[in-house]
Nanobody, 125 residues
Framework: QVQLVEFGGGLVQAGGSLRLSCTASGRIFSGDLMGWFRQAPGKEREFVAAITWSGRSTYYVDSLKGRFTISRDNAKNTVYLQMASLKPEDTAVYYC??????????????????WGQGTQVTVSS
């Protein structure tokens, strides 16, 4: 069993930055994959980025590469999502999730076993 808690959402102006945190507790292994997803009103949940606790693998959705950066601090069992040059279309509820394996399907929400409660990010124009 793994528990995930997100922090760091809020209201920011377009062009600004925000850092989200996701702290995990429970059974965590170096090969586990931690992912960030987001869901805007009326839209499906979409993949943003993912990283293994070992740091060996990182994945990004192509459209956000260069603006969003995923990282982790194993000592704190925390994964971060640094978001820069934010746009109104980045407005969404952001979720972290985890599963016990790397590789195929890393961008597919149904392949993740545990989810956080989500944190709202609102970017004003």
């Amino acid at each position: 069993q793994v528990q995930l808690v997100e922090f760091g959402g809020g209201l920011v102006q377009a062009g600004g930055s925000l850092r989200l945190s996701c702290t995990a507790s429970g059974r965590i292994f170096s090969g586990d994959l931690m992912g960030w997803f987001r869901q805007a009103p009326g839209k499906e949940r979409e993949f943003v980025a993912a990283i293994t606790w070992s740091g060996r693998s990182t994945y990004y959705v192509d459209s956000l590469k260069g603006r969003f950066t995923i990282s982790r601090d194993n000592a704190k069992n925390t994964v971060y999502l640094q978001m820069a040059s934010l746009k109104p279309e980045d407005t969404a509820v952001y979720y972290c999730a985890t599963r016990g394996r790397d590789g195929v399907g890393y961008n597919q929400p149904p392949t993740y076993d545990y989810w956080g409660q989500g944190t709202q990010v609102t970017v004003s124009s």
